[in-house]
């Protein structure tokens, strides 16, 4: 029963949440590799191309920005004021959409 509500949520790409309002929702699939200029590109072109169905939220997949192997991922670190942050906060002005961002490496407690 979940899956079939599943899918008939992703074919219609509307869902309807406890009898309330309809929430239009897309959903942005890519193959993020360790080439973050790349990845921005590419999720920014995807999130505008759906972003012309006006939904409420675009969720993107877990790595989005970047994936890569560890003795790189160091390197990889941004803050909240990071490239991918305000990447995501500049395509959500644009959109007028809630975004759903996955992962950003950011520092943590040491």
Known sequence: MLSRGFCEVRQKG??????????????????????????????????RQAASDRPGLIALPENWAWIGPDDEKLAQIETEEGPSICLLKELA??????????????????
């Not at 002005?93 to 040491?110: D, H, K, N, Y």
Request: charged share 20%.
């Open 14 to 47: 509307i869902a309807r949440i406890m009898g309330g309002p309809l929430l239009r929702v897309a959903v942005i699939q890519t193959c993020a590799t360790n080439d973050r200029v790349r990845n921005h590109d590419e999720v920014a072109r995807l999130l």
């Open 93 to 110: 002005r644009e959109a007028q959409s809630w975004i759903m961002g996955g992962t950003v490496l950011m520092p943590g407690p040491a």
